[in-house]
């Protein structure tokens, strides 16, 4: 199979063996150990598998990779060993067993679809992404080295301005709403699991954690099941009432919020869909379309498989042909309906040896590209904008998730749709450079910086660079392209090629990070003659099409298996889809209210 060679079976199965050694351990552990020590830093600490669920947070699987990191995180445990009645040997056993555990969490759910790994180094990261690094002091006389850039300019990443491109600031939401539906599973990743349909081994007598996560566009952010936040054997709690979607009304207005606990907490499928107001209105559109549906068709899973089709069309022909190639998204989009064995992304075994459709890492962190698009400030109705996070305010002069939504905020659909994303390239608003922490709901919120977060999780999952992915689409799509690009073409400046060629680990040679690689072949295809220069370029396209694309054809519910439901034309009309999907949100029928006597609690 791609990606998985003899040694990674063998990883593979040994880290299967390790999970089940891991999951017996930490289920004859206390369900929490209480510190009595006398140093009393001691405080109830969660059980193993919730740390774990804790590191998984906004693709934090990434930082699993990390053995030290993790190990090091694990190490705070010791403080706890007297109370737990553990010796320090069991105690390291268990982190071992957590290690173990955590590279097999890595592996499960991803793959590398290109097994070259490529080691960044701080020098080039510094020269990336870092404000103000590498340029010239305007100082007289200057204090930086004579090799330093020029000051003409904030950084090479970096950007204080918004660009006008020709793709719809709505589908930098969608995107990212996209991301959250492939990109988290449900499952409690530390005990026993079975796939919905499958029988569980007779020998598994604990509770089974019914897996309906997968990596297919079938709006399970918005329908679950999600594994609740602090409780792996927990779902999270979504408010419905006869098959429909709860909402709160806004007041002063005719539009709907989510259900919120007594802490405003969103009752969703994803948390992550609360990170800001946009992503937001985006989850409640497709609860409102389901309920539309739900009325339509008499009942919930008739309603619900309607939504689900619905939505794959506008994705498949409103979303892919805005941001990709539309000549690579047709030539991906035939293949599927006649050939699926000659795309690059295959199904790939699991854990157990089964062949299933999985995410690649390298759609994981090139999937960001949409980060490039992200403007400072959005007008989101003709009345009000807002800055889109403003990490000093208490969310009350921004778009931050987090709270309720009031009128001012109302996304309104038809006026937001003329409303332009920034270019694909490598000038990133210096937004995405300083995010507030509740627009990072892991465990690193220090760490607010998305060009770097992007660039640290390549290294924990030992990436392939750019031009190794390129490479390997030029021997299946030769009519796109036929190598990557040269390093001239990447690095204008030939005195910092030479950050580039750090990883002599590795063959040495200038390699490129997947992720600014994808942005710069943008920014290259749109300086061309390419009839349509404003969406990713030929590898990126590629990446984003065959994996969305198999996505939805991988999915149970799916438009490739509905007769009429997967013409070999796009529409003509841009967004007409998503139009149409805001008409009948906002004629469906007025949605149930939440009931909070109905949240159950915390524990």
Known sequence: MPGLTQHDADVNRAHTRAMEAFARMTRKMPATLEGTAENARAAPVPPIGIIILELMKHG??????????????????????????????????????????????????????????????????????????????????????????????????????????????????????????????????????????????????????????????????????????????????????????????????????????????????????????????IHILAKRLHNHFRHEAGDFAAGKKKTILKWQQMVATDYLPAVCRRDVVAEVWHRLKTDPGTLLIQKVPDAAGTLRFQMSHEFGIGFRFGHAQLRSEYQ???????????????GSKDLQGGKHLDATRLVDWPFFMATPSNLIGTQVNEVAFDLPESAIPDDINLVNSLPRRNLARSNDVFLCAGEDLARAYATKYPQFLTGPRTPDEIEPDPAYHRLFELDTEHGGGFRTPLWYYLLREAELERQGAYPAPQTLGAVGSLLVAETILSAIFHADTSIFKEAGLAPDVFPDEPLATFLELADLAANSPTPPTCDQAEVPPET
């Open 60 to 281: 934090g699987v990434y930082s699993l990779g990390d053995a030290d990191m993790m190990r090091g995180r694990m190490m705070a445990m010791i403080q706890y060993v007297d109370a737990a009645g553990m010796s320090e040997e069991q105690c390291h056993s268990i982190i071992d067993h957590c290690v173990a555990a955590a590279q097999q969490v890595k592996t499960r759910f991803f793959y590398n679809l290109v097994p070259q790994p490529y080691r960044l180094h701080s020098p080039l990261v510094s020269y990336l992404i870092y404000p103000n690094r590498h340029l010239r002091s305007p100082i007289n006389p200057p204090l930086s080295a004579e090799s330093a850039k020029p000051y003409d300019g904030p950084g090479l990443m970096y950007s204080h301005v918004n660009t006008v491109s020709a793709v719809p600031a709505v589908f930098t939401f969608l995107g990212q709403f996209i991301d959250h539906d492939l990109t988290a599973n449900a499952a409690n990743l530390l005990g026993p699991q079975v796939v919905k349909g499958e029988t569980p081994p007779d020998n598994l007598q604990d509770v089974i954690v019914i897996n309906d996560a997968s990596p297919s566009i079938d709006l399970d952010s918005v329908y679950g099941p999600r594994v609740d936040d602090t409780n792996p054997e927990k779902i999270r709690f979504i408010p419905m009432k006869d098959g429909y979607f709860c909402l709160d009304p806004v007041p002063d207005s005719s539009g709907f919020d989510v259900c919120r606990d007594a802490d405003n907490k969103a009752l969703i499928g994803d948390k992550r869909n609360d990170e800001n107001q946009i992503i937001l209105q």
């Open 380 to 394: 989101v109705n003709p009345a009000h904008g807002f800055r889109l996070f403003d990490s000093l305010s208490d």
